[in-house]
Nanobody, 122 residues
Framework: QVQLVESGGGLAQAGGSLRLSCAAS????????MGWFRQAPGKERAFVAA????????YYADSVKGRFTISRDNAKNTMFLQMNSLKPEDTAVYYC???????????????WGQGTQVTVSS
């Protein structure tokens, strides 16, 4: 089992920045791929970004490329999402997720956090 806890959400103005964190506990974190998803009101949960366990490969949704950066610190069992140049359409609940492979974590991850709200005002 893996337990995931997100933090860092809040309110930001358009053009501003926020940094999300996801702390993992339980199963060995080091060899798990990790990712971020988001769900806006009335919409389905959507993939945002993912990173493999060695932090060699990263993946991004087209809508966030060049604005968001995913990273991880395996020594601290923590993953981050640096969000810059925020737009009102980035408003959503952001969830972190983990699974054994980067393919699985981008499509149908097994473990989820409880989510953190990000609201971007225009």
């Amino acid at each position: 089992q893996v337990q995931l806890v997100e933090s860092g959400g809040g309110l930001a103005q358009a053009g501003g920045s926020l940094r999300l964190s996801c702390a993992a506990s339980g199963r060995t974190f080091r060899r798990l791929a990790m990712g971020w998803f988001r769900q806006a009101p009335g919409k389905e949960r959507a993939f945002v970004a993912a990173i493999d366990w060695q932090a060699i490969n990263t993946y991004y949704a087209d809508s966030v490329k060049g604005r968001f950066t995913i990273s991880r610190d395996n020594a601290k069992n923590t993953m981050f999402l640096q969000m810059n140049s925020l737009k009102p359409e980035d408003t959503a609940v952001y969830y972190c997720a983990v699974d054994g492979t980067s393919v699985k974590v981008r499509t149908k991850p097994t473990y989820w956090g409880q989510g953190t709200q990000v609201t971007v005002s225009s």
